[in-house]
């Protein structure tokens, strides 16, 4: 997704993640994510850090602004320059909005009753949200049974939504290391389980694991 | 008897102290033990400096009645040093003990830390009084802003990187550089707007969070621009900086008033504290009645604080203490220093008051090694540096001589008797004895001690010396007045350049032997190459 203010490229995806580019004359930006929690307009400062101005296909990991949440969550990105009079000066805001928008979503999940009941799930999610979705299973019945099923060359997914029971990765780095007691947090990052879920799964019963991915 | 531990780890500014029934005995810090400064921005552990109290006092951790730990902590370390049975304690709570708790304070107290961010805060504000903290205030660093770390990020980019890529200046280390400078900056609007949209206040709230990396964020663009190729620059975002933090902290603790307007006392905390010019114009504020800085104002400091209110909780300590003063280390007897002495190749002879003031008199650059070593930052008297401070060229000499390039000028030690006479405020005199705090100098001064005299703003950073706080400073400053007429000399801390101040007898001699010193003055005897 491209965004173009006066001579600055945005390129947001959120595919495998959040990630976010930024091309301009600057040399450097910062990308901050705040969320706004159910029933709350007070966004929730997550994460910021600055990026250095280069385009995506160009860019090295450490050079690009990346969140790795999977799950749904109602987030904002907002991105600012430095003006040498001024400061800090916001250039462009995204709050997450996937209205009338391709959205996938991947069930990884053996079990075909299971994957039935995460479908339904799916529609409550796309009902909601008002977003056109395409569902992939290991399933060849309930995949052919979505009508976006066949549709997905040259579509540009809003967002991809992961749904199973993924362990924790070694990679969740930003899991707090429960060790140092007491030590700095900057932001409201969750102490979560794995970049795939809000919560462990372990303790969560079939409908809860995929309401807890999609936010419902 | 109760013997209480506190310990503060994980951080930069590992220490450990040791309460005795009620008693300071010991506080040490690990950087005089490690000699790595500030432990180079890396986690440092209080393993040397417990060893050493250990040592001192035959009392060992694992066998103390309390083991108290300041937060954050590594369990793993905890249970290393401590065993399974300890107790932690909030970082900006300890903070505050050590500041209330050391203060001597009186009567309804305001108490305030401030700092970069320690566990989950970066601020607390606690009402005082008959020996009760209670909380009313605290900043959580995950959705505020932290002064602190505009500081520590600012200092870590103004003067760039090397080719390594490691920044000139250190956090942690060099922001006293950046304050030092500030008075030969001038005010400028847009660095103030620049500032501003880094960090801004507004009742009881420090917006925007994630303040380090903003920081470095402005700092990294502005010096991909050229902004600070020019000193004049460095010296006037320095400048605007200072008066950005002074107008910020002044705003906050004038609300604080506007609540609490019958507490016009101030025990203050926290690495930003460390800010002496800022602590001056907190003590001018018409309002308040006194001052107190706690001497290890920094994280240095959070052993003592968390030890401290373990003894309340114990009604060990019922009131706030004061301080005779911070020779909280270790001493080395006369008989110990003969045999260190003896790898190297020195006169010796019995020390002299009246000869040492003579040489302080004639320029001689004296080593000054009494006694306990101070806890916190400062050198105060044991681990000192001693000359005259009525030439102008001192400060170069003293700079060359330390291999340091500090533009702040060197502190002045005063005879008590003289404060009022030199210096224009006669409040927080307490806080004065550890130097934690600025004053202006009186014109007819300024040209006498010009060593010790920051030129732009007349202001000097004095420690008040009393008979009771060191008798033998005391003596040697009468004996220099007798002959000068000065009642002030020049003190620095005993230590080169990037190095923490001295601890042992050794470090003294090595640098008396490297001729950093003209004369090195340990205990009862005068050394001399």
Same mark, same amino acid.
């Given at each position: 997704?491209?965004?173009?203010i006066d001579?600055?490229t945005?390129?947001?995806?959120?595919?495998?993640?959040?990630?976010v580019h930024?091309?301009?004359?600057?040399?450097f930006? $910062?990308v901050e994510?705040?969320? $706004?929690?159910k029933n709350s307009?007070?966004?929730? $400062?997550?994460?910021?850090?600055?990026i250095?101005?280069?385009?995506?296909?160009e860019a090295?990991?450490?050079?690009?602004f990346?969140?790795?949440?999977?799950?749904y969550?109602?987030?904002?990105i907002?991105?600012?320059?430095?003006?040498r009079?001024?400061g800090i000066?916001?250039?462009?805001?995204?709050?997450?909005?996937?209205r009338g928008?391709y959205?996938k979503?991947?069930i990884i999940n053996k079990n075909?009753?299971?994957?039935?009941?995460?479908?339904?799930?799916i529609?409550?999610?796309?009902e909601?949200h008002?977003?056109?979705?395409?569902?992939?299973?290991?399933f060849?019945?309930?995949?052919?049974?979505?009508?976006?099923?066949f549709l997905t060359?040259?579509?540009?997914? $809003?967002?991809?939504?992961?749904?199973?029971r993924?362990?924790?990765?070694?990679?969740?780095?930003?899991?707090?290391?429960p060790?140092?007691?007491?030590?700095l947090?900057f932001?409201?990052?969750?102490?979560?389980w794995?970049?795939?879920?809000?919560?462990?799964?372990?303790?969560?019963n079939?409908?809860?694991?995929?309401?807890?991915?999609?936010?419902? | 008897m =109760?013997s209480?531990?506190?310990?503060?780890?994980?951080?930069h500014?590992?220490s450990?102290?040791?309460i005795?029934?009620g008693k300071?005995i010991?506080?040490?810090?690990?950087e005089?033990? !490690?000699?790595i400064?500030a432990?180079?921005?890396?986690?440092?552990y209080?393993?040397?400096? *417990?060893?050493?109290i250990e040592?001192?006092?035959?009392?060992r951790?694992?066998?103390?009645?309390?083991?108290?730990?300041?937060?954050?902590?590594?369990?793993?370390?905890?249970d290393f040093l401590?065993?399974p049975?300890?107790?932690?304690?909030?970082h900006?709570?300890?903070?505050?003990?050590?500041?209330?708790?050391?203060?001597?304070?009186?009567g309804?107290?305001?108490?305030? =830390?401030?700092?970069?961010?320690g566990?989950?805060n970066?601020?607390?504000?606690?009402?005082?009084?008959?020996?009760?903290m209670?909380?009313v205030?605290? !900043?959580?660093?995950c959705?505020?802003?932290?002064?602190?770390?505009?500081?520590?990020?600012v200092?870590?980019?103004i003067?760039?990187y090397?080719?390594n890529g490691?920044?000139?200046w250190?956090m942690?280390k060099?922001?006293?550089?950046?304050?030092g400078?500030?008075?030969?900056?001038?005010?400028?609007?847009r660095?103030?707007?620049?500032l501003k =949209?880094?960090i *801004?206040y507004?009742d009881?709230?420090?917006?925007?969070?994630?303040? &380090?990396?903003?920081?470095r964020? /402005?700092?990294?663009?502005?010096?991909a621009?050229?902004?600070?190729n020019?000193?004049?620059?460095i010296q006037?975002?320095a400048f605007?900086?200072q008066?950005?933090?002074?107008?910020?902290v002044?705003?906050?603790?004038?609300?604080?008033?506007?609540?609490?307007s019958?507490?016009?006392k101030i025990?203050?905390s &926290?690495?930003?504290f460390?800010n002496?010019k800022?602590?001056?114009?907190?003590?001018? @504020?018409?309002?308040v009645?006194e001052i107190y800085? !706690?001497?290890?104002?920094?994280?240095?400091?959070?052993? @003592?604080?968390?030890?401290l209110?373990?003894?309340?909780e114990?009604?060990e300590?019922?009131?706030p203490v004061?301080?005779?003063?911070?020779?909280l280390?270790f001493?080395?007897?006369? =008989?110990?220093?003969?045999k260190?002495?003896?790898?190297?190749d020195?006169?010796?002879?019995?020390?002299?008051?009246?000869?040492i003031?003579?040489d302080?008199?004639?320029g001689?650059?004296i080593?000054?090694?009494?006694?306990?070593?101070?806890?916190?930052?400062?050198?105060?008297?044991a681990?000192?540096?001693?000359?005259?401070?009525?030439?102008?060229?001192?400060?170069?000499?003293?700079?060359?001589?330390?291999?340091?390039?500090?533009?702040?000028?060197?502190?002045?030690?005063?005879?008590?008797?003289?404060f009022d006479?030199?210096?224009?405020?006669?409040?927080?005199?307490?806080?004065?004895e550890?130097?934690?705090?600025?004053y202006?100098t009186?014109e007819?001064?300024i040209?006498?001690i010009?060593a010790?005299?920051?030129?732009?703003?007349?202001?000097?950073?004095?420690?008040?010396?009393t008979q009771? +706080?060191?008798?033998?400073?005391?003596d040697l400053? +009468?004996?220099?007045?007798e002959?000068s007429?000065?009642? /002030?000399?020049?003190?620095t801390?005993f230590n080169?350049?990037?190095?923490?101040i001295?601890e042992?007898?050794?470090?003294?001699?090595?640098?008396?032997?490297?001729?950093?010193v003209d004369?090195?003055?340990?205990?009862?005897?005068?050394?001399?190459n």
């Amino acid at each position: 997704m491209f965004t173009k203010i006066d001579d600055i490229t945005i390129q947001m995806d959120f595919n495998n993640g959040i990630k976010v580019h930024v091309k301009g004359p600057d040399l450097f930006y $910062y990308v901050e994510i705040y969320e $706004y929690e159910k029933n709350s307009n007070v966004p929730k $400062y997550l994460e910021g850090h600055q990026i250095h101005s280069i385009p995506m296909d160009e860019a090295p990991f450490w050079k690009q602004f990346k969140f790795d949440a999977r799950f749904y969550m109602d987030f904002e990105i907002r991105i600012s320059r430095v003006d040498r009079n001024e400061g800090i000066q916001l250039v462009h805001t995204h709050r997450y909005n996937d209205r009338g928008r391709y959205v996938k979503f991947e069930i990884i999940n053996k079990n075909k009753g299971e994957t039935e009941l995460w479908v339904d799930r799916i529609n409550k999610y796309c009902e909601i949200h008002k977003c056109i979705p395409v569902i992939k299973t290991d399933f060849t019945d309930i995949n052919h049974r979505n009508k976006n099923f066949f549709l997905t060359d040259g579509i540009e997914y $809003y967002r991809t939504y992961k749904i199973g029971r993924f362990p924790k990765a070694s990679k969740d780095f930003k899991t707090m290391d429960p060790r140092k007691k007491g030590f700095l947090w900057f932001g409201f990052w969750k102490i979560f389980w794995s970049y795939e879920h809000p919560r462990n799964w372990k303790h969560l019963n079939s409908q809860e694991v995929v309401d807890d991915i999609l936010g419902l | 008897m =109760s013997s209480i531990y506190g310990f503060y780890c994980l951080s930069h500014s590992a220490s450990a102290s040791l309460i005795v029934d009620g008693k300071i005995i010991h506080c040490a810090e690990e950087e005089r033990f !490690t000699r790595i400064k500030a432990a180079d921005q890396y986690e440092s552990y209080p393993q040397l400096c *417990s060893e050493r109290i250990e040592k001192a006092t035959g009392i060992r951790v694992k066998e103390a009645d309390h083991k108290m730990f300041a937060l954050p902590i590594h369990p793993d370390f905890g249970d290393f040093l401590a065993g399974p049975n300890y107790e932690t304690c909030s970082h900006h709570t300890a903070h505050n003990y050590s500041a209330y708790f050391t203060s001597g304070m009186e009567g309804k107290v305001l108490s305030i =830390s401030l700092d970069g961010g320690g566990e989950n805060n970066t601020s607390k504000v606690f009402l005082c009084e008959d020996g009760k903290m209670v909380e009313v205030k605290n !900043t959580p660093i995950c959705s505020q802003g932290s002064l602190g770390l505009l500081w520590a990020f600012v200092t870590n980019t103004i003067r760039g990187y090397d080719p390594n890529g490691n920044p000139v200046w250190k956090m942690l280390k060099d922001e006293g550089k950046l304050m030092g400078m500030a008075p030969n900056g001038k005010y400028n609007e847009r660095y103030q707007k620049i500032l501003k =949209s880094i960090i *801004s206040y507004k009742d009881f709230v420090f917006s925007f969070p994630n303040t &380090g990396f903003r920081t470095r964020f /402005v700092m990294d663009s502005l010096f991909a621009q050229g902004e600070f190729n020019d000193f004049e620059n460095i010296q006037d975002f320095a400048f605007n900086l200072q008066v950005y933090t002074e107008e910020v902290v002044l705003q906050f603790i004038d609300d604080l008033h506007k609540l609490f307007s019958d507490h016009t006392k101030i025990c203050l905390s &926290g690495g930003i504290f460390a800010n002496v010019k800022l602590n001056q114009k907190i003590n001018e @504020l018409p309002w308040v009645e006194e001052i107190y800085i !706690t001497p290890p104002m920094g994280d240095e400091g959070l052993s @003592l604080g968390v030890a401290l209110k373990k003894a309340v909780e114990l009604g060990e300590i019922v009131e706030p203490v004061k301080f005779e003063n911070v020779y909280l280390g270790f001493e080395y007897s006369d =008989s110990e220093v003969l045999k260190i002495s003896q790898n190297f190749d020195f006169t010796r002879k019995p020390y002299n008051a009246e000869e040492i003031a003579r040489d302080i008199d004639a320029g001689k650059i004296i080593g000054w090694f009494q006694g306990k070593m101070e806890y916190g930052p400062r050198a105060l008297g044991a681990r000192s540096i001693l000359t005259k401070a009525t030439d102008p060229e001192t400060h170069s000499r003293l700079n060359e001589r330390l291999f340091r390039n500090d533009v702040m000028p060197f502190a002045p030690m005063v005879l008590s008797e003289y404060f009022d006479e030199i210096f224009t405020c006669s409040k927080s005199k307490y806080a004065a004895e550890f130097m934690t705090i600025c004053y202006t100098t009186k014109e007819e001064w300024i040209e006498k001690i010009p060593a010790v005299i920051q030129k732009t703003d007349k202001t000097a950073r004095p420690q008040i010396i009393t008979q009771i +706080n060191n008798r033998r400073v005391w003596d040697l400053m +009468n004996k220099y007045n007798e002959i000068s007429n000065i009642p /002030v000399i020049l003190n620095t801390s005993f230590n080169i350049h990037n190095e923490p101040i001295i601890e042992s007898p050794e470090h003294a001699f090595t640098h008396l032997q490297n001729k950093v010193v003209d004369k090195l003055v340990i205990g009862n005897y005068v050394y001399e190459n």
